[in-house]
């Protein structure tokens, strides 16, 4: 693995992120995704929906760099419904887990009023850490 997080005793408890993330190898950086298909469509309005292809198409930018869901250090959450997104932390928490485990990076959530793309509620960007020896694919 080529993160190491850190949740210091000092700091509150981190739930669902880490507090520290530390990386080895070259930094990958990772354009802000969204929920949408290969065509540039938004494949749904449901905000969990969007949520998981959003995650599901930055992972895809990690493996083309020769990367794996453990070696994302962050993830910055950009989302224009913020009191939903609360509300439906379970079954965020659900999509996320199936795509990434228990790996909790360091993370935030921003609310913002509007995205670039219309009729995107999430946007997802990333930072990683890829060793040597990750071939990139295409």
Not at 14 to 39: C, E, M, N, Y
């Amino acid at each position: 693995m080529s993160v190491r997080l850190i949740n210091p005793g000092s700091l509150a408890e981190a739930k669902g992120f880490s507090h520290v993330a530390v990386g080895r190898g070259a930094p990958v950086v990772l354009a802000g995704q969204i929920g949408w298909d290969k065509t540039g469509r938004i494949v749904s309005d449901d905000l969990v929906a969007q949520f998981a292809l959003a995650i599901d198409n930055l992972l895809d930018a990690l493996r083309a760099a020769g990367g794996r869901p453990d070696d994302l250090a962050l993830l910055r959450i950009y989302c224009t419904k913020v009191p939903e997104y609360r509300a439906r932390l379970k079954e965020l928490g659900e999509a996320y887990r199936k795509r990434l485990g228990r790996h909790f990076p360091a993370m935030c959530l921003l609310g913002v009023t509007e995205l670039f793309t219309p009729g995107s509620h999430v946007e997802i960007e990333g930072l990683a850490y890829v060793e040597a020896g990750g071939a990139p694919g295409a």
